[in-house]
């Protein structure tokens, strides 16, 4: 489970043949704080009002590349270090933005993020069967894009802000 924790969890991948650390956490809503330490990275994560900052620490000069995922209506800005750095914003799963930002190669840092933060309400889970038609709408939010790995989806298309679909099956 440690790899779980480590890569899963606190989004650790560490790249050294590249002089970087990936990191993408993944905390539960609830948690405002959490910290790991490891021989090869240490960092201590805290989100509190609109922020989240991260302190982290390598044994060896490295540089990090932060994917964080935030519920978030607007990214006021993106520190590393005190001072404002380049980052871009991707979209994310279910109303999630990702922000990206990659920190010059040092021992230590620290990388702060403040935004306003937006509540996404995502619909009640529901139930279909092959052949039914399938609607999600997600309320103050307009579905842009969709994924359907599995292939259960026919017909599948945006409508009126949502998705739109036939349930595949037998």
């Known amino acids: 489970w440690g790899r779980a924790v480590m890569e899963g969890l606190f989004g650790i991948a560490p790249k050294r043949p590249d002089g970087i650390v990936e990191l993408c956490p993944h905390f539960p809503a609830d ?3 959490a910290e790991i330490t490891a021989p090869h990275f240490s960092y201590r994560w805290q989100r509190k009002a609109g ?4 302190e982290w620490k390598s044994p060896v000069e490295t540089s990090v590349k932060l994917a964080l995922p935030l519920q978030a209506g607007n990214i006021e800005s993106v520190r590393v270090d005190g ?3 380049v980052h871009d914003i991707a979209p994310g799963f279910d109303g999630w933005s990702v922000v990206q930002v990659c920190t010059p190669t ?3 840092g620290r990388i702060v993020v403040a935004y306003t933060p937006r509540v996404i309400r995502t619909p009640a889970e529901f139930t279909v069967r092959p052949g039914d038609t399938l609607r999600v709408t997600l309320p103050e939010l307009a579905i842009t894009d969709w994924r359907d790995p599995q292939g259960v989806l026919a017909q599948a ?3 009126v802000g949502g998705l739109q679909a036939t ?3 037998e």
Do not use: D, I, P, Y
């Open 31 to 33: 948690w405002n704080e």
């Open 51 to 54: 922020r989240v900052s991260m």
């Open 83 to 85: 001072k404002r750095a």
């Open 106 to 108: 040092e021992r230590a």
């Open 157 to 159: 298309r945006l409508a």
């Open 167 to 169: 349930v595949r099956g």
